[in-house]
């Protein structure tokens, strides 16, 4: 699978704060076997965040698209927001089972509002921006990427059963 990271943040853009999720993502993501081949930081800026989402789905070579960052509810966090205007088709199974996760290791998994979506064959999902928690939620859908992404190709076989896997471990 190929995916792209995009980090939103003020600091991290201006170069204030160094980004730290964008490259822990990176490292689990390339564990298992996997690619980044995009990697950016953009400002908490609608605008720029839809641009760059666009940009990457349409161009039909990326897989996954994870956005780190602007998922809470500061009055800049707006990454739902132009995630939701940018997809075609909500995926919000997989926003609540990051939330459900993340609940039994703190409340305030209750205070993001990430979502995820489908735009064209690419799967587009918010993650917090703290590297542990991107790590974690990450970590909580990571067995059902490559079914949903074989879907999303229209490969042959995906609808005729699910894969095999363990079940979800509540925490």
């Known amino acids: 699978m190929n995916f792209a990271l995009l980090t939103v943040s003020d600091r991290s853009a201006s170069g204030e704060r160094e980004d730290r999720s964008g490259p822990a993502l990176k490292e689990l993501i390339e564990r298992q076997g996997w690619y980044v081949s995009e990697q950016i930081i953009v400002p908490d800026e609608r605008d720029k965040i839809e641009a760059q989402l ?27 927001e132009a995630t939701s ?69 229209d490969e042959p076989g995906a609808e005729a059963g699910h894969r095999d896997l363990p079940p979800v471990q509540h925490i």
């Open 54 to 80: 666009r940009e990457w789905a349409d161009g039909g070579s990326i897989d996954v698209i994870l956005t780190t960052g602007g998922t809470g509810f500061a009055p800049r966090d707006i990454t739902p």
């Open 85 to 153: 205007s940018v997809i075609d088709r909500a995926a919000p199974g997989l926003a609540e089972a990051m939330r459900l996760a993340s609940l039994g290791k703190t409340p305030h998994a209750m205070l993001s509002r990430a979502v995820a979506g489908i735009r064209g064959c690419t799967l587009i999902i918010n993650l917090p921006g703290s590297p542990r928690g991107a790590r974690e939620n990450l970590q909580a859908i990571m067995q059902v990427l490559p079914h949903a992404v074989d879907l999303l190709r």
